[in-house]
Every structure is written in C-alpha cells, then in structure tokens.
C-alpha cells in the first residue's frame, strides 16, 4: 500500500487537475454561447438570399451559368474538412476524420482525383499522416471562424468549379445538434441542388417583385454570396460543435477526477486507520510486556 505522503501528493495532484478541467469546461461554454449567437446573427441573412435565389432560378435557364453546371461524371473534386486546432474534445476530430478516410478510399476505388482543404490542424495532421497534404491549410481559429477564410474558401471552390477543375464541392464536419449531440456530416456545395427551392419558403411569393438590371446578372452576384453564407455557417456549426464537445468531455473529466479523488480519500483513509491500529496494538505489546 502507499505510504500516506504518495497519497496525500496524488490528491493535491488530482485536484489540481479538477481546477482546469473545471476552467476550461467554463470558458467552452462561453464559446458556445458565443457561437450560437453568431449563428442567430448570420441566419436571416442566409435564409433571405437562397430564398432570391431559388426564387430567381425557377424563373429562368440557368443552365448556361458555369455555377448551376451538372457535370456528367465528376473525375476531380475538393472536400472542405473542418476539424479543431486542439484536443482535448472527446472524439469530435476523429469522427470527422474517419468519415475523410472513407472519402479518400472510395476517390481512389472510383479513379476520382481529391484535394482537401483543411480548417483546422487536427484535419491537417491526419491528412499527413496518409501521404496527403492539403491544398490550402486555414488553421489557427476553427473554434472562432474568420469571415476572411470563407471568402478565401469560397474563391477557391467557385473559381474551380466554373472553370471544370472541380466537379464537386463538399463539406465534412460535426453538425451541431445539442450540447450532448454532434453528428459527423458530409454535405455536398456544388454542384447546387435544385431540388432545394422547394425546401425554402419564400415570404413573397404573392408579391409581385422587379428586378434590376436583369435576372441572370442578379443570379450571377447572388450565387457567390449563396455560398459563402453556406460556408460560413458549415464553419460555425463546426465550432459550436467543437466547443460543445470539449465542454462535455470537461465535465466528464472533471466528474472522473472528483471519484479518483474520493477513492484517493478512502484508501489515505484505511491506510492511516491502519497505522493509527498499528501504532496502538505497539503500545500495548509494550505495556503488557512492562508488567
């Protein structure tokens, strides 16, 4: 048994852990506050846009628009992958991964080439370890993302897909579905969906609406915007989901280190009741061996 000195440390130890986890499951929480706030923020804006698009696009012909375009085989693409700079999140980052491990393998299987755009250095660092190394690396602020970086992500993925050196566009992140639940995603960006109009309720759908100078010149400054807002908030649920995990995987930590803590207590316990009984039963062979 150890002595009562290696006990007392590893409670001293152990409760020094409880003060970080505790910390740090407080500060991911204001985080995910924050996050969420961005969200609401941002989401009028982004539910107001694809309503004009989907409202434009069964309008006219979009056919001839190199963003509409529907490739017949898709032989090149580039997946977004959105991971956390840090640990210390439970399996948040290796959920994503394993689900870009899969994209990898099956690319391969169908002849397909594959670039990956990584945000965050979790995503980076796993990529590498498979021989890949990623078109662009974003790391550095997954858990606070920077208008800046989607509209980099956005030039990149537009510009690939109207030229043809991208057939498809694709997300894979943690969906933020509650505090206790993030679901690893993989959603498509482009080619866009048309199917997606009828999804959306437009408000003004009796209204009778003018557009200036033209439908097509509109649609070709809206889509752009369409999908840096997608974009961004694919990245802001990745971060509430990031911030979410690490404050669960807190406070299980700290749950964890409160019960090694009280076991600790129980044996210092039974080892100084068993030195205490020791010491008694010396006392009493010596006086007994006094008379």
Known sequence: MPTLAVIRKRIKT????????????????????KTQ???????AYSRKIEEMVHEITSRIDTTVHPLMRRPARTKRGVIILATSDRGLCGGFNSNVTRHAVQAIMDAKKDDIGLDFITVGRKGRDSLKRFGITPKIDLSGSSGSPDYGQVIEIANIVINGFADGTYDEVSFIYNRFVSVLSQKPTVETVLPLNRSEASEVKDETADVKVIYEPSLGEILSSLLPRMIESRIYHTLIESAASEHAARMTSMDSATNNAKDMI??????????????????LMDIVNGAEAMR
């Not at 505790?22 to 929480?29: G, L, R």
């Open 262 to 279: 009280d076991h600790l207590t129980l044996v210092m316990n039974r080892a100084r009741q068993s030195a205490i009984t020791k010491e």
């Open 14 to 33: 152990v409760g020094s852990t409880v003060k970080i986890t505790k910390a740090m499951k407080m500060i991911a929480a204001v985080k995910l506050r």
């Open 37 to 43: 706030q961005q969200a609401i923020s941002a989401r």
